[in-house]
């Protein structure tokens, strides 16, 4: 499968714990995104990185969030001491350039 | 900040209708539009796009409209089948000033029925 893939697919986690997803883009692809989709929305913009530079942050990012791109390939968003309104889908895209292309997601429950 | 709202939120259309979806987006500035398709429990599909320079494009059975002077994009689908199922989604981006990001509209669920 040469699309995007993501890590775990499903996590079940305590609040106050910490999580780490991880994003493999399209190999080609030097443009990462992150977005977050709750049940009934369209996916909202958290983060972008073009090859290992992180250039936007949305501010629905909190400090608690953090996302790498350390070699310009995969990428890994990290959400410390985590919240009940944390749960949600979390979505990595990427393109080459302009159309993006999702991967399956990363659900988050946070009991 | 930028906003894309997107109408109706619910589109119930028997089999064979037609279908059409609606966006408006705040940003003049914006110059891409894609639409994306979200099956039950899958990942967003990108399924047609157009950019600013283009009124319309076709892809078979959908089809997008844009008009850049009054901020709004559609897409329409025609022949519905049940497959075409699914919760529609349009955004809007603008490639230029440093903004890649997507601006999504709501979502419309369609519901094709046989």
């Known amino acids: 499968d040469t699309g995007v893939s993501q890590d775990p697919r499903h996590k079940i986690t305590k609040r106050g714990q910490n999580v780490t997803f991880r994003c493999d883009p399209i190999s080609e692809h030097n443009r990462l995104y992150w977005y977050r989709q709750t049940l009934g929305q369209g996916p909202e913009f958290l983060t972008y990185?073009?090859?290992?530079?992180?250039?936007?942050k949305s501010r629905l990012l909190s400090d608690r969030f953090s996302a790498e791109r350390p070699k310009g390939s995969f990428s890994t968003l990290e959400i410390q001491r985590t919240e009940q309104g944390d749960s949600a889908m979390y979505l990595c895209a990427s393109s080459n350039p302009n159309e993006q292309y999702f991967g399956p997601g990363t659900r988050l429950t946070v009991t | 900040g930028e906003n894309v709202e997107q109408h109706p939120s619910t589109l119930s259309v028997q089999e064979g209708d037609s279908a059409v979806i609606k966006c408006t987006y705040s940003d003049s500035a914006s110059n891409y539009f894609p639409w994306y398709k979200q099956e039950l429990g899958k990942r967003p599909q990108l399924i047609i796009d157009?950019?600013?320079?283009?009124g319309e494009k076709k892809d078979q059975r959908i089809a997008v409209t844009l008009n850049k002077t009054a901020k709004h994009f559609s897409l329409h689908i025609t022949e519905t089948q049940p497959e075409d199922s699914a919760v529609y989604f349009c955004?809007?981006?603008?490639?230029?000033?440093?903004?890649?990001?997507?601006?999504f509209g709501a979502g419309t669920r369609l519901a094709v029925h046989p």
């Open positions: 157009i950019r600013s320079n283009v």
């Open positions: 955004a809007a981006i603008t490639l230029s000033g440093g903004y890649n990001k997507l601006i």
């Open positions: 990185f073009q090859n290992e530079a992180q250039l936007e």
